[in-house]
């Protein structure tokens, strides 16, 4: 079941997207050849629990940390370990967190130093990709017209799109109604509403779509070892343009 939000609850969620986009911000600035992932983790734990708010992935079914550090071929749901990142590497940071009992939730994926142009190309087409489905994001379409937005940028550009995981509605949950995958033909699925609030987040692959699991239960990794990017954003369909959460100031 979807649940929709209150306005008086969504200024609630604004607080948690906030600290997770001003945190990510703040570990955008950190990232360069050398740091280690956990350092990241626990400058995120730091700058979550300091401004009130408690990391809503660390024990989430297990989860041993703040922050989802996911490096080059790993998908998401990256444990930071300390093996230094290195100039060429991409990095995706995945930080969620809970304010007043309600959850924000958030990815980029940065450049560790001087990274190939492919790279590049990957991160922006992947960034971009989630606008083009948040810009589908609008009370009256379905929820499969974000999908369908989504996968045909990203092929179009000849990148493949993650089946294995989804967007998802977020609110007293980290994880609600509905499931949005970024795949799909348009036109189907429940009509989006005003006051749902979704986070929607691509996945997207450099070569073929198919991820595994690794040994740890939790980083999913490309099958084929090419790179992987990941943006995620929290917003709400409104009337017209969603609100975007987790837009750092
Ligand atoms: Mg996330
Ligand atoms: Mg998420």
């Not at 989804?166 to 980290?174: A, E, K, P, T």
């Not at 109604?177 to 450099?206: C, H, S, T």
Request: net charge negative; with cysteine; aromatic share 6%.
């Amino acid at each position: 079941m979807v649940i929709l939000k209150s306005e008086e609850e969504i200024r609630c969620m604004a607080k948690a997207s906030k600290l997770v986009a001003d945190g990510l911000t703040m570990l955008k600035s950190m990232v360069c050849p050398g740091v280690l992932p956990v350092d990241l983790d626990s400058a995120a734990e730091d700058f979550i629990r300091t401004r009130g708010g408690i990391p809503a992935f660390k024990g989430y079914r297990g989860f041993p940390a703040t922050l989802c550090v996911s490096v080059n071929d790993q998908v998401v749901h990256g444990i930071p370990l300390r093996r230094p990142l290195e100039k060429g590497d991409i990095v995706g940071l995945d930080l969620g967190a809970i304010v007043e009992g309600f959850y924000g939730d958030s990815a980029v994926t940065v450049a560790v130093g001087t990274i190939s142009d492919d790279a590049q190309r990957l991160i922006s087409v992947t960034e971009e990709s989630l606008h083009q489905g948040i810009a589908k994001a609008v009370v009256g379409n379905r929820l499969s017209d974000i999908s369908h937005a989504i996968q045909t940028y990203v092929e179009e550009a000849g990148f493949s799109i993650v089946r294995e995981f989804v967007g998802h509605g977020i609110g007293r949950d980290l994880h609600e109604d509905p499931q949005i995958p970024n795949y799909g033909l348009p036109g189907q699925g429940p009509r989006l509403r005003k006051g749902m609030v979704l986070a929607i987040e691509p996945m997207v692959n450099e070569g073929a779509p198919d991820v595994r699991v690794l040994d740890d239960q939790w980083t999913a990794v490309t099958k084929d070892g090419s790179f992987s990017a990941h943006f995620e954003h929290t917003l709400v369909v409104m009337n017209g343009q969603p609100t975007i959460l987790t837009q750092s100031s």
